[in-house]
């Protein structure tokens, strides 16, 4: 079983690694999106969602400090989940549909945040034994 939650755990934390790298190599135009959705210091929280995403990640896939990096992970995610991908503020339900598919999705990753908190879990310390 501890192969399978490490083949999981470079899964989820290469999502989140994944989507850091989107945030850096694509700093611009995200920033223009996060200006569209309203954020304040739109650049800046690119950045710095792009860290919390690259060290959530690294953490989960590494297996180092689990508990901190989702912490990292889920700090992205709830803020990220509300201000982005308000469905309830669209009028257009194409647009509506695609950012509840978001939002959701975002839920779904908090729940497997939350769930991998709560259970004892094979990380760096034991994955090999």
């Known amino acids: ?9 470079i899964i989820f934390g290469g999502y989140f690694l994944m989507n850091a790298w989107n945030h850096f190599k694509n700093v611009e135009s995200l920033t223009g999106y996060a ?32 508990e901190a990096s989702l912490a990292l992970l889920i700090i992205f995610l709830v803020p990220v989940s509300f201000k982005m991908h308000a469905f309830w503020k669209e009028t257009d339900p194409t647009k509506s549909m695609m950012e509840r598919v978001q939002f959701m999705k975002n839920m779904a990753l908090i ?17 090999l034994q």
């Not at 079983?1 to 755990?9: E, Q, T, Y």
């Not at 729940?111 to 994955?127: E, Q, R, S």
């Open 1 to 9: 079983m501890n192969i399978l939650f490490l083949i999981g755990r």
């Open 35 to 66: 200006q569209f959705k309203g954020v304040p210091s739109p650049r800046t929280a690119v950045l710095v969602s792009g860290f919390l995403l690259l060290l959530g990640g690294l953490g989960v896939v590494f297996g180092i400090a689990p």
């Open 111 to 127: 729940g497997a945040c939350l769930m991998l908190y709560a259970i004892p879990a094979p990380w760096l310390y034991n994955v």
